[in-house]
């Protein structure tokens, strides 16, 4: 059973335009997330992550917000460039998790539109 | 700084045949991981090292086996190869609990 769910498998957005990525987990013992990016035939590379002590956190373009009693998540690229073109996979994990396993989502495909 | 290196990058198998993948770090890293990428189903867990010497189970480990005789280095080995297990499969590793994963670039295996 799929414990993180990203529900938009694509997402098309003009150039200079917003990007919300979102993403929905089932356990609420889950207290740390990120946000990975994948380009074709790489390896995903960290993006950002927040821990549920916080509802929000910021690096540069990116956002990703957290709501805990929705348990939900979301990623928000402002302004979105071309360069962004990538799969976007969300992963959670609880801090008393000892071997640090990851949950990851299915993935959501956005392509910034020049 | 290689980070994480997956060997080979691209196999194809008969049905039945065995092979092994191979994963480096160079990281210094306790732990290290093998996911599996399949359309539609994201990355899931197929086993796991916590140190060298230890092996864990994830979500998906039927068909394969894993060892880790060094620190450094993780291996996945399918006995006998089915056409389920073609997949996209990632190596990863972290340093310690609720970081973030260092990934390799990946091994496509086609089994027919």
């Known amino acids: 059973d799929q414990q993180v769910k990203q529900n938009s498998p694509s997402l098309s957005v003009q150039e200079g335009r917003i990007s919300i990525l979102n993403c929905d987990y089932t356990?609420?013992?889950?207290?740390?997330f990120l946000w990975y990016k994948k380009y074709p035939a790489e390896g995903p590379t960290f993006l950002i992550s927040i821990s549920s002590i916080k509802d929000k956190n910021e690096d540069g373009r990116f956002t990703v917000f957290l709501n805990k009693s929705a348990k939900h998540l979301s990623l928000h690229i402002v302004p979105s460039q071309p360069g962004d073109s990538a799969v976007y996979f969300c992963?959670?994990?609880?801090?008393?998790?000892?071997?640090?396993?990851?949950?990851f989502g299915t993935g959501t495909s956005l392509t910034v539109i020049p | 700084n290689a980070g994480v290196t997956q060997t080979p990058k691209f196999r194809v198998l008969k049905t039945g045949q065995s092979m092994t993948l191979l994963c480096a770090q160079d990281?210094?890293?306790?732990?290290m991981y093998w996911y599996r990428q399949d359309p539609g189903m994201g990355l899931r867990l197929i086993h796991y090292?916590?140190?060298?010497?230890?092996?864990a189970k994830g979500e998906v480990p039927d068909g394969y086996n894993v060892s880790r005789l060094k620190k450094q280095n993780f291996l996945l080995g399918l006995e006998s190869a089915a056409p389920s297990q073609t997949s996209v499969y990632f190596c990863?590793?972290?340093?310690?609990?609720?970081?973030?994963?260092?990934f390799g670039s990946g091994t496509r295996l086609t089994v027919v």
């Open positions: 992963a959670t994990t609880s801090f008393s998790n000892t071997g640090n396993q990851f949950y």
């Open positions: 090292s916590v140190g060298e010497g230890t092996t």
């Open positions: 990281m210094n890293h306790e732990y």
């Open positions: 356990n609420s013992m889950f207290d740390y």
């Open positions: 990863a590793s972290s340093p310690l609990s609720a970081s973030g994963y260092t």
